[in-house]
């Protein structure tokens, strides 16, 4: 193989690889930094070797293997003697890596996910909540101090402290960049799932920018939802948060328009929807469902997803079971965020009359203001109860307050079709 092909071949297994390797090698010598340095090394070795030798079978295992020994030459060396106790004992544990049977097997291991060690060690116990959700948010989506902000309600400074202090707090506990034992999942399942919802959220919808969709966003939050839904198979939560998000991103191709304009729901061409994506939606949501005990948050939404995705044209959505689903949302999980949407489900199951009167009684809860869905919706309704000027005005709120150029256009676009009854 000429060696051009041999350095194309070589960038995209390191691609591939190299942040599970890095990952990999992390938690051997639990040292990001030198972990980090021994992947570059191994990389070097590649491009030094396989123009000759060829690629590997198996490249990943290869890099791994050869970082591995990069390892324990380092250790030989004369820092070695500077810290000879601990660094020993290290070469002793590495020593007995290097002895893996099946090395392949060991960097495909998703518990081994680079991500997945990010995420929780982000998501640790030294943390509060709120602070984990930020942080990952942070360094796993990429997200702005603001993005994040906008998708918690919250303002901006206090994202801004919550990094910053998470930050000291796992310095200062000298946490590992790992993975928790199996044992200890359960309890930071939660703000896990959550994490990854909100990774997914700004990648299906961004809160700012040109593009109403980030797919990598999408895929990286579906990917981290599948490697858990394999890792935790009796988790029902797992399954309804993977339900839920499959079914959601089924709709993207369909989301936009030819321009990159946004598509609503109700006037997407749903012969564009991904039905695969459906079909797998549909069967973690069985699997979510078929556990005893009560539905949780992610379920109920996937379940409300899945009227959607069931109805082949929108007049066939079964707007009733939506409302019902709603309900068990709200009293699970109460926010005037569910309140909202449940309106929304109220106006196209009932009457308009009756889902304003729920939006007006929101309007003067402190998380949504700023929030542009909230004029979105009320405008919405107004339209259809002829009430065009107030509408406009809605719209014309709701486009102040979105920080997406795409769903500022819209809005601006609905905003003038509200014509008053009297425009010639």
Known sequence: MPTTDVNRAIDAVWRIESARLIAGLARIVRDVGLAEDLAQEALVAALEQWPESGVPDKPGAWLMATAKHRAVDRLRRAEVHERRTEELGREIEIRGELKSPDLEAEIDDPFDDDLLRLIFTACHPVLSTDARVAL??????????TEIARAYLVSESTVAQRIVRAKRTLSAAQVPFDVPERGELADRLASVLEVIYLIFNEGYAATAGDDLIRPELIEEALRLGRVLAELLPSEPEVHGLVALMELQASRSRARTGPSGEPVLLLDQDRSRWDWML????????????????????????AAIAACHARARVADDTDWERIVALYDGL???????????NRAVAVGMAFAPEAALELVQALSSEPALRGY???PTVRGDLLAKLGRHQEAREEFNRAASLTH???ER???LQRMARCSPPNAA
């Open 404 to 406: 997406n150029t795409r």
């Open 278 to 301: 459906i079909g797998r939606g549909l069967a973690a949501l069985e699997r979510a469902q078929s556990t005893r005990g009560a539905l949780g948050p992610y379920t109920l939404q």
């Open 372 to 374: 542009h869905l909230l």
């Open 409 to 411: 256009a819209l809005l």
């Open 136 to 145: 990952t948010l942070r360094l796993l989506g990429g997200l702005t101090t």
């Open 330 to 340: 709200a009293q699970l999980m109460p926010s005037p965020v569910v309140e909202l």
